[in-house]
């Protein structure tokens, strides 16, 4: 073999090592952008918990359902390399998916990796106008000893991953309160009912509480 042809069959070589290492190169950069992509636009999204309920009052004494509760309810971010923006958050309360307090803003946060978050809102409704057969199925509910709320929140979420963050997608979380009859006062909260055979403008009360937290379901 001359030395000419051993010349290029190197040059040839180095080439084609040069190519391919352009290719790899290439390649890493598309994979990492597109593992950035992946991780902005699909997280896990966060996890929600309904950790206690403090029933204050419910009135149905009226046609109408008034209502008075503190809850509190956490989030954690599952994710190791990706942050969530709440950009906006309205908590509010539905018996049978009919709203029976005001919807309450929440501040808004930036909950980093793995961090966990907690609100405690006050809801309250007076006088909120509901179907008559959603007030009578709540007296119904109370005067067996139960009663299911949902408490809900709904608003708006950012990803941030390193410096870049998302457009805002809609979050809507919906957690199950269930609330039963107390043996005491302590802990529990009275919910006057108008009592059926009794004379009018007579109540009767009954002692309610929650019963466990409960995990809550998110859709992002």
Not at 16 to 35: E, K, N, P, Q, S
Not at 174 to 179: E, F, I, R, T
Not at 193 to 213: C, D, E, M, Q, R
Request: charged share 15%.
């Amino acid at each position: 073999m001359s030395k000419e042809k051993h010349h290029r069959d190197w040059i040839l070589r180095r080439c084609c090592g040069a190519i391919c290492a352009c290719f790899l190169t290439l390649a890493a950069l598309v994979g990492f952008i597109v593992l950035v992509i992946y991780l902005a636009l699909h997280p896990s999204k966060p996890s929600f918990y309904l950790q206690d309920v403090q029933l204050r009052n419910i009135d149905l004494s009226d046609p109408a359902i008034s209502l008075d509760v503190q809850v509190t309810v956490a989030s954690r971010n599952p994710n190791d390399r990706v942050g969530v923006y709440y950009s906006t958050l309205d908590a509010f309360t539905t018996y049978r998916d009919e709203p029976v307090t005001v919807p309450v803003s929440l501040p808004a946060i930036y909950q980093g990796h793995k961090d966990s978050s907690v609100w405690s809102p006050v809801m309250s409704g007076d006088a909120v106008p509901v179907a008559d057969y959603v007030a009578a199925a709540m007296k119904q509910d109370i005067a067996a000893g139960y009663v299911l709320l949902h408490v809900k929140l709904e608003g708006r979420v950012k990803w941030k991953v390193g410096s870049w963050v998302s457009g805002g997608y809609h979050l809507f979380v919906n957690c199950p309160a269930l609330l039963a009859t107390s043996g005491a006062a302590v802990g529990g909260a009275f919910a006057s009912i108008a009592a059926a055979g009794v004379p009018a403008g007579v109540n009767t009360t009954v002692s309610l509480k929650f019963t466990h937290p409960t995990d809550c379901t998110v859709d992002v």
